[in-house]
């Protein structure tokens, strides 16, 4: 993997990583394994936020907090199933 990845990285500029497939994995549910393996939800998937009115227009709820003296953001789907 490093013949890849250093010349990837031989230049300045954010860190390349070599491309690669991730299995879905077999311990999850038959359920979750589904929607691991499902298309990305596109054009949702694309979209970059820029501030919390640009999320709430994809229908999620932002919520900024510190855990562990780390600043953290929460997003919540505006429509939550009682299930989860």
Known sequence: ???????????????????????VPDTASPQLQAAIAAPYCLPAWNANPKSTAE????????????????KVYILTPKELLSAN
């Open 1 to 23: 993997m490093k013949t890849k990845q250093n010349p990837a990285n031989s230049k300045p500029g954010p860190p390349s990583l070599p491309a690669r497939v991730n299995p």
């Open 55 to 70: 999320w709430k227009e994809l229908g999620v709820n932002i919520e900024s907090t510190v855990i562990g003296r780390v």
